[in-house]
Nanobody, 122 residues
Framework: VQLQAFGGGLVQAGGSLRLSCAAS????????MGWFRQAPGKEREFVAA????????YYADSVKGRFTISRDNAKNTVYLQMNSLKPEDTAVYYC????????????????WGQGTLVTVSS
């Protein structure tokens, strides 16, 4: 599975962005998908995850109520809708695919995209 994340950019605090992660391969629907982020000088952290069917989701406390993860298995794409963005959301966002189901642990994902930069100005 190859993953490509896009949709990042510069947005003012309080604004919204939607990230997309397009996957290649016919087995996309077998994978749970996750979004992680890494801010400058900080470790990578979990943001959100969704089960292979889309029926289950899980969020980091820092984004709960503001971000929504979803997927369209017909389009081999997972999305991260980000609302009410804050300067502390500034980071490179990565999508990941894994067969173990929803997990917040980065190494448990099998494939990673290249990342897309989100910058939130105050």
């Amino acid at each position: 599975v190859q993953l490509q994340a896009f949709g990042g950019g510069l947005v003012q605090a309080g604004g919204s962005l939607r990230l997309s992660c397009a996957a290649s391969g016919r087995t996309f629907s077998s994978y749970a998908m996750g979004w992680f982020r890494q801010a400058p000088g900080k470790e990578r952290e979990f943001v959100a995850a969704i089960s292979w069917s889309g029926g289950s989701t899980y969020y980091a406390d820092s984004v709960k109520g503001r971000f929504t993860i979803s997927r369209d298995n017909a389009k081999n794409t997972v999305y991260l809708q980000m609302n009410s963005l804050k300067p502390e959301d500034t980071a490179v966002y990565y999508c990941a695919a894994g067969l173990l189901g929803i997990t917040v642990v980065g190494p448990e994902y099998d494939y990673w995209g290249q990342g897309t930069l989100v910058t939130v100005s105050s």
